[in-house]
């Protein structure tokens, strides 16, 4: 009978569920008030099916009734941060938020979900854009969004990041009027997958710095110039290192010259993410160490075989790597490839 009105009790979010931490139940005001805030993760708790459908903004979505949900919890949120969850109308969420507070986590139920989200005419979205969450050493959030092929939008503590923005490839579309303005735009190279001369006017504002080679520099008549090997740092704790990224394949050498285009390894307060651009597996890439993130290439005639991107892989050694540019080719058995590396292989929709 205890544990039965531990479980009721739960449900009115007074205490987690079936145990003995609290987390907290506010409605749709003070939810909305609790997203606002930088040390805050939005954690959708339906299926993936209703997450298609609708969600809040910048959720991301872990399915609470799969068998590895903790584990993916785990392995997604930072304990550090409070995890403001939601369902449909409360209840699955209630049950999540119990289970993240026995597991250490500060959690926050939505009284009445998404149902009573929307009563209130809050926004919802059906942009779905995949979101991979990660923390710095010093606790801040960094999250990646999987836009198209080459363009990422990284959210850096509040501070907007965007990599090579497009805004159309083969029949998909990104609308960047939707998205805030850039604080720092990062340019590889000026080929049309990767740079749109209106996709960057979109998000620039005067105080976006915009950070790309010397062709891109020239072609725009503007933005700050780096060449392979330069280092800069940035305010916001961020500072960037310029790679190489070039073709070594016998006829294709034209598509990326050596010495032209640049990869990036951003340094996000200790956060080390590595973005080739377009590149086949360089000798260069063995001085690329410590990644903690890395973004490697992978179609041919352009960049690398599948067999090179593992290659490259187990070269740089990142903690998770992202296989992007990818086209129509099949990376499906890229984590088979690197499986026993250590390394975390996610595939996102880069085509």
Known sequence: MKKIITCILATLGLTSACGQQRFENVDVRDFAELMAKQDVVVLDVRTADEFKEGHLEDAVNIDQSQNDFMEKVKATLSADKTIAVYCRSGRRSANAAGRLAEAGYKAVNLKGGILAWKDAKM?????????????????????????VHASIRIVYDGKEIEVDPVRKLGNRTIDYTKMPKADYLFVTHEHGDHFDKEALQLLSADKTLLITNERCAGMLGHG????????????????????????????????????????????????????????????????????????????????????????????????????????????????????????????????
């Open 123 to 147: 926004p919802v979205t059906t942009d779905l854009y995949e979101v991979d969450v990660f923390q710095t050493p010093n606790g801040k959030t960094v999250k990646l969004y999987a836009l």
């Open 224 to 351: 700050e110039v780096m060449s392979n090997g330069d280092s800069r740092q940035l305010p916001d704790g961020i500072s960037v290192d310029a790679v190489p990224a070039y073709n070594t394949t016998e006829g294709h050498l034209q598509f990326h010259p050596k010495g032209r285009d640049n990869g990036y390894v951003l340094n996000l307060d200790g956060l080390r993410i590595y973005i080739a651009g377009d590149t086949e597996d360089i000798p260069e890439m063995e001085g690329i160490k410590d990644i903690d993130i890395a973004f490697l290439p992978c179609n041919q005639p352009y960049t690398m075989t599948t067999e090179q991107l593992v290659k490259a892989a187990k070269i740089v050694k990142p903690k998770v790597l992202f296989p992007y540019h990818y086209g129509q080719t099949d990376i499906s058995g890229v984590p088979a490839a690197l499986q026993g590396t250590g390394i975390d292989v996610r595939i996102r929709h880069y085509e």
